[in-house]
């Protein structure tokens, strides 16, 4: 007589879409520091989407687990505080900026809250941390103008990037390529990590963009506004600079150092490729929207407006009053105003509360088709940049905008792969792309809102668990709900 075997798993239901599900995410776990006045500055993941590490402004972080949706430890970085905490392709480690004592990177075990090595060599305050997708490296970049490349088996860095302003960086899906974005030029450099002590390969030119959509802070620019074609110096440890080029950027900066104070050029707050490699985000705390470019030729792709823009009013420079949207897109426009969080290089108003630091509040869906992020009140915008209208940009109008005659198609790479790059030191750009005759054609308002009592200044999704989580003076876990 057999002994029949065990009966066969009950078939697993077929994964969704999130297309399907993205109008469908809801709280579902929400936890509260022991401290009312904590507020969360930064989130990231491990690679097995397991974990979720949050940055604290009380200089600890926080670990939970995304499985299970609880609390797992506190780490204490009393001595050095903590912000911008990324994991490395360890679970069990992780990497920091500081915010007080110095300006050092610090490499923790998780396991121990042990230090494995430090990172020193930044001046100024770390304002962007972003590890590599394929390697055990690390780009920062700093309030000090450099933009430093990193291996975690080294405390020396191996590469610098001397910039104005390059507060913001972000590696490519495939690692090959970094986006630097430099608010206080508009200016967004992509870079071939295989020749990052070359000029950038591409420059994207926001200021069109920023003058329609962002008015006010153009508007508080010195002068005609910065310039388009600064003169970086770039070395690594490989080779050093040359007095040229030193010479270069010191007059760079002595020439602009007045009118970047003036300016505020700590407005732009996330930079971000979706998953596909097509586009890059450009997060803001304008308080008016988010920027969506074409990764390879910078063209605005879409604007993720915070308010309703219409093209008028968009080429005034202002918000206009619009009917407000059916149930099936969002049930309500909140007035946006300005983030309370403190973008990097952004000083606080003259008598304002102290601004606590973030890592920006909006971030793409694993698909690179809708975009998430917070409002100025509750709940969470849900854009699908598919609703973008297709605009094709002209050729640039004018010299100063025009690709030098050595430059290739613009784009991340040239013609039959290859990079197309200026090797000159005659300025940032190769190729820029203008801005289209109306850009506010490409604003888009949100598809979905989300509810949640609780503001969001942080937002970040978890691909592997289809988890999005967002915090301020809490953290906040979302997962769709199958019964709508």
Not at 204 to 232: I, M, Q
Not at 441 to 462: G, Q, Y
Request: with cysteine; hydrophobic share 35%; proline share 9%.
């Amino acid at each position: 007589m057999t002994v029949p075997g065990p009966p066969p798993p009950p078939p697993r239901e077929p994964a969704a879409k999130l297309s399907d599900v993205i109008s469908l995410y809801r709280p579902t776990k929400i936890f509260k520091p022991a401290k009312s006045e904590t507020a969360f500055t930064s989130f990231d993941f491990d690679d097995q989407g397991e974990i979720l590490v949050a940055a604290c402004n009380d200089e600890t972080l926080q670990l939970y687990s995304c499985r299970d949706g609880s609390h797992r430890k506190v780490l204490y970085s009393k001595k050095y505080g903590a912000h911008l905490a990324r994991f490395t392709h360890q679970s069990q480690s992780l990497i920091y900026a500081s915010t007080k004592v110095d300006d050092t990177i610090r490499y923790l075990s998780t396991n121990d809250n042990q230090y494995i090595r430090y990172f020193p060599g930044h001046t100024d305050a770390v304002t962007s941390l972003a590890v590599s997708p394929s390697s055990d490296t690390f780009i920062s970049c700093s309030l000090d103008n450099t933009v430093r490349l990193w291996s975690l088996n080294s405390a020396n860095a191996a590469g610098k990037i001397n910039l104005p302003t390059p507060y913001l960086a972000a590696y490519d899906a495939s690692a090959t390529v970094v986006a630097i974005a430099s608010p206080g030029t508009y200016a967004i450099l992509l870079y071939d990590l295989r020749n990052y002590d070359h000029a950038p390969f591409t420059t994207f030119d926001l200021l069109p963009f920023e003058s329609v959509f962002n008015p006010d802070a153009v508007r508080k620019s010195s002068g005609a506004g910065p310039s388009l074609n600064p003169s970086p110096t770039r070395s690594s440890s490989s080779s050093s600079s040359s007095a040229a080029s030193s010479s270069s950027s010191s007059s760079f900066r002595k020439e602009h150092a007045s009118g970047r104070k003036s300016r505020n050029p700590g407005r732009w707050t996330k930079l971000e490729f979706s998953n596909c490699g097509k586009y890059l985000l450009l997060g803001t705390a304008s308080g008016r929207g988010h920027y969506v470019l074409d990764a390879f030729t910078g063209a605005l792709a879409a604007f993720c407006a915070l308010e309703p823009l219409s093209s008028a009013a968009a080429a005034a420079g202002a918000a206009a009053p619009a009917p407000a949207p059916s149930a099936s897109r969002a049930s309500q426009y909140h007035l946006a105003q300005p983030s309370p969080r403190l973008a990097p290089g952004a000083s606080p108003s003259p008598g304002a509360a102290p601004a606590t630091q973030g890592q920006g509040s909006v971030c793409f869906a694993p698909d690179g088709r809708y975009i998430i992020g917070g409002t100025s009140e509750a709940n969470l915008f849900v854009w699908d940049i598919h609703q973008a209208p297709q605009v094709q940009a002209p050729a640039p109008p004018s010299s100063s905008l025009a690709a030098p005659p050595n430059a290739s198609t613009p784009g991340r790479f040239g013609a039959a792969g290859n990079e197309s790059r200026n090797n000159s030191n005659d300025g940032f750009t190769n190729a820029h792309v203008t801005a289209v005759s109306d850009p506010a054609r490409s604003a888009i308002s949100p598809a979905h809102e989300l509810e949640c009592r609780s503001h969001a200044a942080v937002v970040a999704f978890n691909p592997r668990l289809n988890l999005c989580v967002s915090g301020n003076r809490e953290v906040v876990f979302w997962v769709p709900d199958k019964w709508g």
